[in-house]
């Protein structure tokens, strides 16, 4: 498998660095050229997928969202909120981010439409995994495998990195390598590359704890070539932290401290409160006994985004609104159960 992979990085490593932009020009040509209608809505949640600038991410997401709901579209409606509660998610507001998902989930179940309630059931995986119920987690990623079946390579490629994701936080490397080997090679069959990014910070990670320092650096280096083509503020944050914290291990402070401020600036840029409470601590680190001040700067603003992310308020809310769709899903298994007898 290694070969492979390598070769493949080395393409990827020569190629443009325009490509979101080239996707995006596409869309905005489109979005001229098209009429109030479900086109128009797609369209206008396509391009606040590929933006995560928040605020004109969400722009673009409500301004879809009103337009599918003037024409009745409801497929369009679900897409649009999945899209609203994913520029929440990549701030790390994760209350808000569950509730557009779900609320997104139960439109896609009122029509009977598989792709939207497949996405959001990805997507309420993902919070389940931010918030550390990984059991939880597998339970919804699987619930979308069935409508993921198919040559749609891109989402099989994203659906297998946070599989990868959660077996690797359960520290289940093998199986974590896996799906992240098999993200890869979707990743190769589709044209859309983006967030490819988070497979290869994936295969840094294990080859990193299988000891393979250099193999880890190289994957990080060509997700960072990755989120550069695709613009991918948080991704590059990531990819950032991740070998800043290498070189901060092998002892090499000077370029731990040049990731780590650069992974801060791309988190600040989205306001993605994980990495710049792990960047900022990070940084604190490197600059005690250094430079004092620099140090207290950095551990304040790593505490204040750990206080917002973690708020007792915060995490009230997400519990109540997992409790909340427990109960709901039971209700429609009794109902389903009872209409079967």
């Not at 879809?64 to 507001?93: D, F, H, M, P, T």
């Not at 060509?222 to 948080?234: K, Q, V």
């Not at 290498?246 to 306001?271: C, H, I, W």
């Not at 001040?293 to 007792?312: G, H, T, V």
């Amino acid at each position: 498998m290694k070969k492979p992979i390598l070769a493949f990085l080395f393409i990827l490593s020569v190629a443009k660095i325009s490509v979101q932009a080239q996707q995006v020009d596409s869309l905005l040509k489109l979005l001229a050229t098209t009429k109030e209608d479900t086109v128009k809505v797609m369209v206008l949640a396509k391009l606040s997928f590929y933006d995560q600038s928040f605020q004109h991410g969400l722009d673009l997401a409500q301004e879809g969202l009103a337009l599918a709901r003037k024409i009745k579209y409801a497929k369009g409606e679900a897409a649009c909120i999945i899209r609203v509660g994913s520029q929440y998610s990549w701030i790390s507001n994760f209350p808000m981010a569950l509730h557009y998902f779900l609320e997104a989930l139960k439109i896609s179940e009122r029509i009977a439409d598989k792709e939207g309630m497949a996405t959001a059931y990805y997507d309420i995986g993902i919070v389940y995994k931010t918030q550390g119920d990984f059991h939880s987690a597998l339970d919804y990623l699987r619930k979308a495998v069935p409508f993921f079946i198919g040559d749609n390579y891109y989402r099989l490629g994203c659906l297998n990195t946070d599989f990868g994701d959660v077996y690797a936080l359960l520290n289940k490397q093998d199986s974590a390598l896996q799906f992240y080997q098999r993200s890869y090679e979707y990743f190769n069959l589709s044209k859309d590359k983006y967030q490819f990014i988070f497979t290869l910070n994936g295969l840094g990670d294990v080859q990193l704890k299988m000891g393979n320092k250099e193999l880890a650096l190289g994957y990080y280096r060509e997700a960072i070539r990755n989120g550069i083509s695709y613009n991918d503020t948080l991704g590059l944050s990531s990819a950032y932290l991740r070998i800043a914290r290498l070189y901060d291990a092998a002892g090499q402070q000077d370029s731990s401290k040049l990731y780590a401020e650069k992974s801060f600036y791309y988190a600040q840029r989205v306001n993605g409160l994980q990495n710049v409470n792990a960047a900022g601590k990070l940084l604190s680190k490197l600059y005690e006994n250094k430079n004092d001040k620099e140090a207290l700067r950095y551990l304040q603003i790593s505490q204040a985004a750990n206080d917002s992310l973690f708020s007792r308020e915060r995490t009230m809310q997400i519990q109540n609104m997992f409790l909340a769709e427990t109960a709901r899903e039971k209700e429609l298994n009794d109902k389903k159960n009872h209409d079967e007898a």
